[in-house]
């Protein structure tokens, strides 16, 4: 079965966030110590690499380490509305990230997922510091080639996108997916916290930058040729690439949990603008803010949060 709209996935919130529940749980002293993350709600936080994640790991309090096998994640409760979170560093690459997003589903209760980090840029509006929300994700590695016999030589144009398997017990199925919508309430609490991140912004002379919409390219792949990047922009909508978000995308999408991607860029190749990855702490900075936004308006018991 072949599907990429949001309403094949059926997303669908378990439970209703006690924390979204008009900020009655702000959680202080023996009652943070007393949370239990592997079966009360946390909203799970990931980034690939230190730089992705040191920020909001040093903004946790009462923070504990919890190490499964190789990877390990560091449980506290984030800002004034004493979130409970899970901040994972889950290392370069999909298979990292859909080990580190698996481990997480069934040693922990995530009622959400945010994947965030750094991203090299595929549309040429944005630059180096902008942030992009994710809409939706396109596994760009996944590509079906159509036969040539030995000789004709080969393309790199001739491709479609390969569907991936999920299987979803709420679904009763496995389905192929060409693409994995970001969760709809999720992205447009997001697309808030940006209007209010950018004001903020403009207020104290900070970067003027662009937070925008749009589709996030995943895969285990650094384009660094502009032809190469232009293709796959054409082919799947891109504004900009990364190593994990599809991973983690598909993980979620098999779990029923719901997930959006938020990448800064780090790089643009098509704009001439080099790797740095010190932003990274700037997107983390708005990705805390969201937080704080999804304490004070994610809605409690959902039955449908796409």
């Known amino acids: 079965m072949e599907g990429n709209a949001a309403d094949d996935l059926g997303l669908t919130v378990k439970i209703g966030w006690f924390i979204w529940n008009n900020g009655r749980n702000r959680q202080e002293g023996a009652e943070m110590g007393a949370y239990d993350f592997g079966t009360q709600p946390s909203l799970l936080i990931q980034g690939a690499m230190d730089v992705e994640t040191e920020y909001l790991i040093g903004q946790l309090q009462k923070r504990e380490r919890v190490t499964l096998g190789n990877w390990t994640f560091e449980t506290g409760f984030l800002g004034d509305g004493g979130i409970p979170a899970i901040v994972s560093k889950t290392f370069q690459g999909m298979v990292n990230a859909a080990a580190a997003t698996s481990l997480a589903m069934v040693s922990f209760a995530p009622g959400a997922v945010i994947n965030q980090g750094i991203g090299g840029g595929h549309d ?13 994700v396109a596994p760009m590695g996944a590509l079906m080639r159509p036969f040539a016999a030995e000789g004709e030589g080969i393309g790199d144009d001739d491709f479609t996108p390969l569907g991936l398997e999920v299987f979803n017990r709420q679904w009763g199925e496995a389905r192929k997916l060409a693409d994995f919508p970001c969760n709809g309430t999720l992205v447009r609490l997001a697309e ?17 930058r662009r937070i925008v919409p749009g589709v996030l390219g995943s895969a285990d792949e650094w384009n660094n040729r502009p032809d190469r990047i232009a293709l796959l922009r054409g082919r799947f909508g891109t504004a900009e690439e990364d190593m994990e978000s599809a991973a983690t ?3 979620c999408a098999a779990y029923g949990v719901p997930f959006v ?3 800064i860029l780090s790089n643009t190749i098509v704009n001439g603008e080099a790797y740095d990855e010190r932003v990274a702490k700037t997107g983390q900075c708005f990705v805390m803010r969201f937080a704080e936004t999804l304490a004070r308006e994610y ?8």
């Open 124 to 136: 040429p509006k944005l630059h180096v510091g902008d942030i992009v929300i994710g809409t939706r």
């Open 192 to 208: 808030q916290t940006a209007e209010e991140f950018l004001e903020e912004e403009a207020r104290t002379g900070g970067k003027k």
């Open 299 to 306: 809605p409690a018991g959902w039955e449908d949060a796409g």
């Open 261 to 263: 991607g938020i990448r």
């Open 249 to 251: 995308a598909q993980v």
